[in-house]
């Protein structure tokens, strides 16, 4: 019997040790307290099996001893898990402190009763009896009756989660309340006997394992299907299940509602044959593909997936189709495009759409000769200005209705560019009387005692096919530029006077990407000097190195790679040189020297320019402050919100914002108190514009004051004579730059001139 018994104690150990491994490897607080349960259970065990196993009194009393103690932090333990396991007790911290308390006492007293015997003692042992005498210590009453009201309250607590929990969980708190009871009984029992064959070990230990199951491991099946069921019922996806037979098992409501069902489900199963018939009942694993529904008297887009489903034995068991909804998907796609295509404001297509779809149009209809209308209207800022944002917009729009009466199949209308608009059309039905007699009648609507509306037309045949409508596009604006100033005239064409401008900046245009790829664009450093005479930086510029015509001077290809929306290149290569020389000048330890770079108009459209500069400078690890940015006021006014947003990041970042030709626009004033530029360039050539130069003197100085009133550096650009420097400084300006100091010259003459290398 004893061997036995000594057997299933030791199954049970080992089932426990397991147990304990099992949690420790599973997170959450949880998980933590049932590896402590188990792990005491298992240290339990093992002093059971010595205080079962042993004849030796001293240390039978040892062992029961620590048996005692053992059940208070059992217990304890136990208490821990049922806060954690059903959320009892969170509140009532003073109950499992004093259990805490109690049980460090009573171990104490318990372990140090071999040597007292305050607690009790053993009378005699044999094989299958044991004999205790308990004491009538305060100490002895209080350990049962605490064993037995906490066993008490933990059968409360889980008989009151029986009572208020789902099915599907009932069955966890039933388990751990019926084990414990039994276990209790047991103990009562064992207690009342003289049986060395402590029952209600193992009992305490099944439960220690039911403990682990339930917590860690047991997942209803009966949950599982329903969660399952209702998940699949209330998905935002259509789900059809079909058997190896192809009879529909099931589907949720959202097929119900597409495919307008009630209970009969011989439309999916006829649907289901007919699509295998159709595939040649060739079926994939896995197969996707579109479909259109109407639901509710609205057109449905679905994305379809097919999958199926084999046993462990490669058995084919069922398959399913999965609908999912794309129509909102669909939707806002196609609203994208519209937007990636069309003006927001007029309606009318944008520029990168017109630009990609004129030839398609010119050869779809090879036989028909083409031309290209643009328009633009004279001083269109002035409108914005004078009678504000709104009524600029207007007359957008209405400028933009107005070429839209033109548009035909075989004809594509576009706003191009702020105030330009191009009309590619079939020249036989381009009336020149006509448009301009409407053109007289339209001005009308616009002209006031204030402002008086001129709309002009350039006007150039499609020659070239192969040309980029970009270049046709400036053709026509080029001939329309021509009749700018003229009140008189309203369509200009483009002629052979104009051809040979033409086929240079297209050869221009041709050579770009080869001499920017060989490097021949080379950075010049025109000096800026404070009062005392010493460079404090330069301005960067570029040069064409050209391998045929030598050195080429921005004014020849600048404008053309403008036009031709290049312009962001070579400043993009510009801006890189200019950090890596930064770069060596700080590796020199000349730090001290910044460099001024331009951004240009079309940067801010085609370039992230934010992310660009943060690139270089942490590439090239810089000092932000070095790399100064030269943005004309044109720039920033082109799109005022937008860029201003711009500026205020790279500012934030630490770039220093240089606003340069100050002066040149109609709302450079307005434009100071919006933006909180670091330094104000101003042109010399400010004072010769003028008439009357007290007056331009007088103007300048004033800037000069207003812009150091706002904490902004001045530089003056043009400085020629020493008269002028005198001037300047007189008038409080400290930073100046021109032929005086320097004309821009090649790096290694700028460095040489100025000891960078030495």
């Known amino acids: 019997m004893k061997i036995i018994y000594g057997i299933i104690i030791i199954l049970l150990i080992i089932l426990l040790g397991a147990c304990a491994l099992k949690a420790k490897n599973k997170k959450g607080n949880l998980a933590r307290i049932v590896f402590l349960y188990e792990t005491g259970a298992v240290l339990f065990g093992i002093t059971f099996m010595i205080f079962t196993f042993s004849n030796n009194i001293k240390v039978v009393t040892f062992c029961r001893g620590l048996m005692f103690a053992g059940y208070d932090w059992l217990l304890i333990l136990l208490m821990y898990y049922t806060q954690y396991y059903t959320g009892l007790f969170d509140e009532v911290r003073i109950i499992k402190e004093a259990m805490v308390i109690y049980g460090m006492f009573d171990t104490v007293l318990l372990f140090s009763n071999i040597w007292t015997g305050q607690m009790f ?8 009896e044991l004999h205790l005498r308990f004491t ?3 100490f002895v009453k209080m350990h049962f009756i605490y064993n037995f009201a906490v066993v008490l309250l933990l059968l409360v607590s889980y008989m009151f989660m029986i009572m208020k929990s789902s099915k599907f969980y009932r069955i966890r708190y039933e388990v751990i309340f019926v084990s414990l009871f039994i276990a209790a009984v047991l103990d009562i029992i064992f207690f009342k006997s003289n049986s060395v064959y402590d029952i209600s070990v193992v009992a305490f230990g099944l439960m220690s394992v039911f403990i682990y199951y339930f917590t860690l491991s047991y997942v209803p099946e009966e949950l599982i299907e329903n969660t399952l069921s209702l998940v699949i019922k209330d998905m935002n996806s259509g789900i059809i299940c079909f058997d190896n037979r192809g009879k529909c098992i099931h589907c949720n409501d959202y097929i119900k509602k597409v495919f307008s069902l009630c209970d009969e489900y011989s439309e999916l199963e006829t649907g289901y044959h007919r699509w295998l018939e159709e595939i040649a009942d060739k079926r994939e694993n896995n197969i996707e593909y579109s479909a259109v529904k109407v639901v509710d008297g609205e057109s449905k887009n679905y994305d379809v997936i097919y999958k199926r489903i084999f046993d462990d034995k490669n058995n084919f068991i069922c398959d ?16 994208e495009k519209y937007k990636a295509s069309h003006d927001s404001l007029t309606g009318l297509y944008n520029k990168e759409y017109f630009y990609s779809h004129v030839h398609e149009i010119v050869n779809k209809n090879s036989g028909i000769q083409y031309c290209i209308l643009c328009s633009n209207i004279k001083d269109f800022k002035f409108i914005n200005e004078l009678f504000g944002l709104k009524k600029g917009d207007e007359v957008l729009v209405k400028v933009g209705e107005f070429f839209n009466k033109y548009l035909e199949d075989d004809s594509i209308c576009a706003r191009i560019e702020n105030d330009r608009f191009a009309l590619c059309m079939p020249k036989e039905k381009f009336n020149e009387k006509a448009i301009i007699s409407r053109l007289n009648e339209f001005q009308k609507q616009f002209d006031n005692n204030a402002f008086r509306m001129h709309v002009f037309i350039g006007v150039y045949d499609i020659e070239n096919l192969d040309d980029p409508v970009s270049i046709m ?4 604006n080029i001939a329309g530029d021509t009749i700018k100033n003229d009140y008189h005239s309203y369509i200009a064409y483009y002629n052979n006077a104009m051809l040979e401008n033409s086929i240079e900046e297209r050869r221009i245009i041709g050579e770009f990407e080869r001499a920017l790829n060989n490097e021949e664009f080379v950075m010049y450093l025109q000096p800026q000097v404070d009062f005392k005479g010493i460079a404090r930086g330069a301005e960067a510029l570029v040069r064409w190195r050209h391998p045929v015509k030598g050195l080429l001077s921005p004014a020849v290809f600048v404008d053309v790679l403008e036009k031709a929306g290049l312009i962001y290149k070579i400043d ?7 950090a890596a020389k930064l770069k060596e000048w700080k590796e020199l330890g000349k730090e001290q020297y910044h460099i001024s770079v331009n951004i240009s108009t079309k940067d801010f459209y085609l370039v992230d320019v934010y992310e660009t500069f943060v690139d270089i400078v942490e590439r090239n690890g810089i000092n932000p402050e070095k790399l100064k940015l030269e943005i004309t006021e044109t720039t920033i006014m082109d799109n005022f919100e937008r860029n ?3 500026i205020k990041r790279l500012q934030d970042y630490g770039f220093k914002i240089e606003i340069d030709d100050f002066g040149s626009g109609y709302s450079s004033l307005n434009m100071l108190k919006d933006i ?8 010399m050539g400010f004072l010769n514009a003028t008439e009357n130069e007290l007056k331009g003197q007088d103007i300048l100085e004033s ?15 043009g400085v020629e004579t020493s008269q002028q420097l005198t001037m300047l400084i007189q008038m409080g300006c400290r930073m100046f730059q021109g032929y005086y100091f320097s004309r821009p010259v090649p790096e290694e003459e700028f460095e040489k001139k100025y000891n960078i290398r030495q």
Request: proline share 0%.
């Open 644 to 646: 201003i947003k711009i």
């Open 121 to 128: 003692s053993v009378e005699f042992i044999t094989d299958a």
């Open 473 to 476: 596009c400036d053709k026509a």
């Open 572 to 578: 993009k290569y510009m801006w890189e040189k200019a």
């Open 320 to 335: 399913y189709f999965v609908f999912n909804d794309k129509t909102e998907d669909i939707k806002s796609i196609e609203i």
């Open 703 to 717: 800037i000069i004051f207003l812009a150091q009133k706002l904490g902004m550096e001045v530089i003056t650009e």
């Open 676 to 683: 909180s530029a670091d330094i104000l360039k101003i042109d």
């Open 136 to 138: 009538d210590s305060i």
